[in-house]
Every structure is written in structure tokens, then in C-alpha cells.
């Protein structure tokens, strides 16, 4: 396995539109979850997923974001009506769970652009 | 709620010689994770070093080592022997019973050859 993998890469989008971000965790990972990274700024925890369900979730995310994880393994992250500050980078990070210390393996993120 | 702090926008270091990346952290609870990750320019963070709160030893990494000082919230990374491939942007993260993650805003390192 090669890792945490996102797609796209990147994307820019017009204000107002809709986009979805794919990401596909470690194969043996039950844990993942998406963060947002702006320019100078630690990844902010957006919300996370133990195998299908989402077990967490940020004050952050409005009610434009949706995320699922269907049958448990890749997810995908929804921003619905696209506004200007939701550029940045989302981060999605998969881990073992359990007692482990839960050690996330990031993925490269997705850049949004909102012209 | 938790939060991460991480009082050095910027750092430097010789090559070969050792730096220390300090962070704060605020919460209530007794039981917890800390994690020092990097991220090198342009390239996906990974995890360098991770601390379990009810252990008093100081994790140790090669040449990646923490001082954990758990009555003054502080969870400081030492890098020794700094190479220049340790230039990066480092951040601070807390793992909270929730198994919520709260990041630091990063400390930026630069090796100086």
C-alpha cells in the first residue's frame, strides 16, 4: 500500500459552486479523518469517521460540508455553495485506531481555490 | 477546549548542532496523546515523535527526543544532530479522549549548512 491518497490534487472553483474531494485512507486503516489547512496555519480538525460512521465533528464545519465514509473505506468531503473562504488546503488522515496512539498518516491534501 | 501553542513562528539551526521547538498545550484532562509532526515544503506531513500523557519517560526517536513536562503543560522537541533534510515546518498536536486533534499554528525550521 502507498499511503493516504487525495483527489484531486487540486481545484479551483467558482464562488457558489459545489465540490467533493475524495480520499482513500491505508487499507487496514478504521479511522479517518479530514482536516482544512490555511497558509500559515496547523490543520484544523473538520471531522472523523470509525470505519462508517462519523463519530465526530467540528464546530467548524457548517452545514455546506457534508463528509461520508460509505462501507468504511474511501470518504468523500462535500462543500456545497462554494464562498471565498473556504480556500485552503484539506488534509485527509487515516489511522489503525484502538490503543496505539492512533499515529494518523496524512494524505497530500487537496488545494481549494474559491475565485 | 484545547489548545496548542507553539511560540516560535520561526527557527534556526548549524547543521549538526541541536535545536529545540517549544509547546504549550491547555486542557483538563488527564489522559491524552501528544505528537510532534513535520512537514517538508510542498510534501505531506508525518509523524516524528508521539508522547502518552500517564508516561513519565520522555519519548526518544533517533535523534528526535521530547521533554515532557506534564504538571506545566509543555511538550518541547529536541532535534540533534540537525541535518538538513529536517528543515520543515513542524507543529505540535494534542489527541484529546474525544480522539479530537487540536494543532499548533507550526514552528517554520531552517538548517543552515
Known amino acids: 500500500d502507498t499511503g493516504v491518497s487525495q483527489d484531486p490534487r487540486h481545484k479551483i472553483t467558482k464562488r457558489g459552486q459545489n465540490v467533493t474531494f475524495r480520499c482513500d485512507p491505508i487499507?487496514?486503516?478504521?479511522?479517518l479523518y479530514w482536516y482544512r489547512q490555511t497558509l500559515g496555519q496547523g490543520p484544523e480538525f473538520l471531522t472523523y469517521?470509525?470505519?462508517?460512521?462519523?463519530?465526530?465533528k467540528s464546530r467548524l464545519l457548517s452545514d455546506r460540508f457534508s463528509a461520508e465514509r460509505p462501507k468504511g473505506s474511501f470518504s468523500t468531503l462535500e462543500i456545497q455553495r462554494t464562498e471565498q473562504g473556504d480556500s485552503a488546503m484539506y488534509l485527509c488522515?487515516?489511522?489503525?485506531?484502538?490503543?496505539?496512539?492512533?499515529?494518523?498518516?496524512f494524505g497530500p491534501g487537496t488545494r481549494l481555490t474559491v475565485l | 477546549a484545547q489548545t496548542v501553542t507553539q511560540s516560535q513562528p520561526e527557527m534556526s539551526v548549524q547543521e549538526a548542532e541541536t535545536v529545540t521547538l517549544s509547546c504549550t498545550y491547555d486542557?483538563?484532562?488527564?489522559?491524552?496523546?501528544l505528537f510532534w509532526y513535520k512537514q517538508p515544503p510542498s510534501r505531506q506531513m508525518i509523524l516524528v515523535i508521539r508522547q502518552e500523557a500517564y508516561k513519565q519517560q520522555n519519548a526518544t526517536e533517533n535523534r528526535f527526543s521530547v521533554n515532557f513536562q506534564k504538571a506545566a503543560k509543555s511538550f518541547s522537541l529536541k532535534i540533534s544532530d540537525s541535518q538538513l533534510g529536517d528543515a520543515a515546518m513542524y507543529f505540535c498536536?494534542?489527541?484529546?479522549?474525544?480522539?479530537?486533534?487540536?494543532f499548533g499554528t507550526g514552528t517554520s525550521l531552517t538548517v543552515i549548512p
Open positions: 469517521f470509525q470505519n462508517e460512521a462519523q463519530l465526530e
Open positions: 498536536a494534542y489527541r484529546s479522549t474525544g480522539n479530537q486533534f487540536y
Open positions: 488522515a487515516s489511522s489503525l485506531g484502538g490503543l496505539a496512539g492512533d499515529t494518523q498518516y
Open positions: 486542557t483538563s484532562e488527564s489522559d491524552y496523546y
Open positions: 487499507s487496514e486503516h478504521n479511522r
